[in-house]
């Protein structure tokens, strides 16, 4: 069996996921990283996209909406303010979500605040297109 | 003196009443528990944002250059106090206690010749505060009508609350929220929301994993994403409180009631049965009298 560390997903409200995992992709704000076992440590801020995790032979995709993750050898915790499993969205629920985000992006206020929209709008749409 | 027809009335309207107390009292423990099981729920998060931050602060050595909402403004003119109470009454001295502890210690920093601004949240503390310090309420927030608190509703608030910061409109922000101690007890509590406190690192914790780290993009943004995220995290947090403390303090401020009610009819049922006798004696001592006078 090949080594693990705890990954564990985490929003305000609840712990969404947590399992031992055995690789995660992680969308940070400077470029994805791929964490695996006796990573280095690291806090880095996310953009919004795609987290990618292969724990027991299974593999989960989750959408996560700006956050931070703190990374050390044995553990992962993904601080996310928002974040669903892309496996129970359906393309509706996608288009709602992109609806507001799109809002969103027409109501930014400074330029920090429209990248993060912008980045979720494209990421949102790429998705919904290949859900289509 | 009153009939037996009124007493009859006042018995079943107070046994009225407390069918209605104990109703709401058991509704108020079913919504306890919710509010409970979501204010655990949101502790994980909580904790790990805690954790990171007095990491990081820890290691910011140069107190002067930091961000202003982790060293304040350099001034403590402008207080903003942020009051949280409930959207509703009935239940005890939730809201007053709140009230209470915010309006002491606006009227302590009016006495030192500060300028005091008020953000309340929740119908009953701007109800409460109205009175005295109407004038110094800047901002109204009431969260009626949402069943189920979520983070959004926290950004909300924390969003216009840094806003406000950033526009130079206060030097310090403290958090009034009530802390959920027991069901019998909650803790009207001041938490100082900007400049923010960081919690102590906890020495005995082992050092050697953290010791070594790095951030991404950079130390400065990592702790300047953590500190706006933290004002929507305490924010959060003191609503969970909030919420919690205030269905505890229904709880028994009903059960309260509800007993009282008990207490009462018992009372009003001996006092009928004894005007109920007194009435029957009455009447035999006439019928008595009436045949020993024929």
Redesign the interface.
Same mark, same amino acid.
Request: zero cysteines; glycine letters at 4%.
């Given at each position: 069996m090949a080594a693990t560390f705890k990954f564990?997903l $985490?929003?305000? @409200?609840? $712990?969404l996921l947590s399992v031992d995992a055995e690789q995660a992709i992680v969308p940070? /704000?400077?470029g994805e990283f791929t964490m695996l076992p006796g990573h /280095? =440590? $690291?806090? /880095?801020?996310l953009r919004p996209g795609v987290l990618d995790v292969s724990a027991q032979g299974s593999k989960k995709r989750l959408f996560v909406k700006s956050g931070?993750a @703190?990374v050390? =050898?044995a553990r992962l915790?993904v601080?996310a303010?928002?974040a669903f499993d892309l496996d129970d969205m359906t393309p509706s629920m996608l288009a709602a979500e992109l609806k507001t985000a799109e809002a969103e992006l027409v109501g930014a206020k400074d330029d920090e605040a429209r990248m993060i929209a912008d980045t979720l709008v494209s990421e949102l749409k790429r998705l919904s297109s290949r859900a289509a | 003196m009153a009939s037996l027809k009124d007493m009859r009335n006042r018995i079943a309207s107070v046994k009225a009443t407390r069918k209605i107390t104990k109703a709401m009292q058991m509704v108020a423990a079913a919504k306890l528990r919710r509010a409970q099981e979501a204010a655990q729920a949101a502790r994980p998060y909580a904790e790990r944002m805690d954790a990171v931050l007095s990491g990081v602060a820890g290691r910011i050595t140069d107190k002067t250059s930091g961000s202003p909402l982790l060293i304040g403004t350099g001034k403590d003119q402008v207080h903003l106090l942020i009051v949280m109470t409930a959207e509703r009454g009935l239940c005890g001295g939730f809201n007053s206690n709140i009230a209470r502890l915010a309006r002491q210690d606006a009227m302590r920093l009016i006495g030192q010749g500060k300028t005091v601004k008020i953000m309340t949240v929740g119908r009953k503390g701007a109800d409460n505060l109205r009175r005295d310090l109407g004038k110094n309420i800047v901002e109204r927030i009431e969260l009626a009508g949402i069943k189920q608190l979520g983070f959004s509703n926290a950004e909300g608030i924390a969003n216009k609350v840094l806003a406000m910061f950033e526009a130079g409109e206060f030097d310090v922000a403290t958090l009034y929220f009530s802390e959920f101690k027991s069901v019998i007890l909650q803790k009207p509590t001041a938490l100082q929301l900007i400049p923010a406190k960081i919690p102590e690192v906890d020495s005995s914790a082992p050092k050697g994993a953290m010791a070594v780290q790095e951030y991404e993009p950079s130390e400065e943004e990592v702790l300047g994403f953590l500190l706006t995220r933290n004002v929507s995290t305490q924010v959060f947090r003191g609503l969970l409180e909030n919420a919690a403390s205030e269905q505890g303090a229904r709880m028994s401020a009903m059960d309260n009631a509800t007993r009282n009610a008990g207490d009462m009819i018992n009372k009003l049922t001996i006092k009928y049965n004894r005007l109920r006798q007194a009435n029957i004696t009455k009447e035999l001592i006439e019928i008595i009298s009436g045949a020993e006078a024929l």
């Open positions: 564990e $985490v929003s305000p @409200e609840r $712990v940070g /704000a400077d /280095a =440590p $690291v806090i /880095a801020t931070f @703190e050390d =050898p915790t601080l303010d928002k | -």
